[in-house]
């Protein structure tokens, strides 16, 4: 099965410096990555994807992700954090199990929480 | 576009109730889902159509009924709410995978549901 394993439950930083939230994958076969966000109180909301091409994925509001297939990876990352980046964020793998409709799978989610 | 639509925002219910959780998109998507989230848990897929009059199990469909009647609309049903279905639901839509094109999957805003 398809999966994604995000390894820390909360990311804190400090206003400015840059920010790394964690994502590896498990997979057969090429992977279709997912960063998605929700702002306390709402929906997910999109990020960016990865299909496939260039190993750095750039995506709404400044932030950015790395495919690194050697490390099983796609960290989500952002050089300048701002306080409003605070949020629940997560991963996700598309299922290419027919039994699933091709749905996404999500990872549980990284609090990160950006301080003054 | 109006995008991914919920209804209601928030509801409590006893133990025993039934209700109907509705979702709607104006996006002519034709594949839709049910997400639950639960804290420390991620999202959890308990229902999916891939089209007008055609629905399946997810992973977590036991106590859950969806019918699809139409592209717009994909109702999901709790006949008899447990304490256990307490949790936010999250509808979403996407053009129908396709292979070899990946697409994504837009949100609702959720449901907030408390089972007593």
Not at chain 1, 41 to 62: A, P
Not at chain 2, 18 to 29: G, I, K, P, R, Y
Request: charged share 15%; net charge neutral; glycine share 10%.
């Amino acid at each position: 099965a398809q999966s994604v394993a995000q390894p820390e439950d909360q990311v804190n930083v400090a206003e400015g410096n840059p920010l790394t939230v964690k994502c590896t994958y498990s997979v057969s076969g090429n992977p279709y990555l997912f960063w998605y966000v929700q702002y306390p109180n709402r929906g997910l909301q999109f990020l960016l994807k990865y299909i496939t091409g260039d190993n750095l994925v750039k995506g709404s509001y400044g932030f950015e992700a790395e495919f690194n297939k050697s490390q099983t990876s796609f960290h989500l990352k952002k050089p300048s954090a701002l306080v409003s980046d605070s949020a629940l964020y997560f991963c996700a793998v598309r299922d290419f199990n027919s039994n699933s409709g091709y749905a996404l799978n999500f990872g549980k989610g990284t609090s990160l929480l950006v301080t003054p | 576009n109006a995008g991914v639509t919920q209804t209601p925002k928030f509801q409590v219910l006893k133990t025993g109730q039934s209700m109907t959780l509705q979702c709607a998109q104006d996006m002519n998507h034709e594949y839709m889902s049910w997400y639950r989230q639960d804290p420390g848990m991620g999202l959890r897929l308990i229902h999916y159509s891939v089209g007008a009059g055609i629905t399946d199990q997810g992973e977590v469909p036991n106590g859950y009924n969806v019918s699809r009647s139409t592209t717009e609309d994909f109702p999901l049903r709790l006949l008899s709410a447990a304490p256990s279905q307490t949790s936010v639901y999250f509808c979403a839509s996407s053009r129908k995978w396709s292979g070899g094109t990946q697409e994504t999957q837009y949100f609702g805003p959720g449901t907030r549901l408390l089972v007593l």
